[in-house]
């Protein structure tokens, strides 16, 4: 079953267990009408989770799983994709993750071609995009979406170019 990614789990909330959820893509009203989590590190889910429920924490989505009753639990969960089917998102009218978010997930690499990284987030700003890049050592990094930093974006290939300036990836 072919998935999308929809956000990522930023980080646990309180000490029972639950954990917040960053999602551009889908509105507070189809998000509580999930049923489960579907999360995993790469492109793909590696493990489902039961909801048993969600709130607004400032931007985030505050989710409380099944089974998972530990900080240390959610922290383990840290920076994991969150998934849906794609099947299931033709059921909510809200959301925009093919309008917005088709980036998610979309591999980075400078202009010589060297692995940089995939996109995790695309941020809306009022003058332009922002994408933060999980690199290979786990490290984020920010790029704005003006033509100065993006070279091409090749949506067929899931694949972006950057043009990296001097600071804009912290090498150590």
């Not at 429920?53 to 959610?74: A, G, M």
């Amino acid at each position: 079953m072919p998935f999308k990614i929809i956000g990522s789990i930023v980080k646990p909330f309180g000490l029972k267990g639950n954990l917040l959820v960053k999602s551009e893509y889908i509105t507070f009203s189809d998000f509580s009408s999930l049923k489960n989590l579907f999360i995993g590190q790469g492109e793909t889910p590696e493990e489902v989770f039961e909801i048993e429920s969600i709130n607004i924490h400032n931007k985030f989505f505050n989710v409380k799983l099944k089974n998972i009753d530990t900080r240390q639990r959610v922290e383990m969960l840290r920076k994991n994709n969150v998934f849906l089917p794609e099947k299931e998102l033709s059921n909510f009218k809200d959301i925009t993750v093919e309008k917005d978010g088709y980036l998610i997930g979309f591999k980075v690499f400078d202009n010589n071609g060297k692995f940089l990284g995939n996109v995790k987030f695309c941020d809306k700003y009022p003058a332009y995009k922002i994408l933060t890049i999980i690199g290979m050592n786990e490290k984020e990094f920010m790029v704005p979406m003006v033509d100065k930093f993006i070279k091409s974006v090749d949506k067929s290939d899931n694949k972006i170019i950057i043009n990296v300036l001097p600071g804009l990836i912290d090498e150590n």
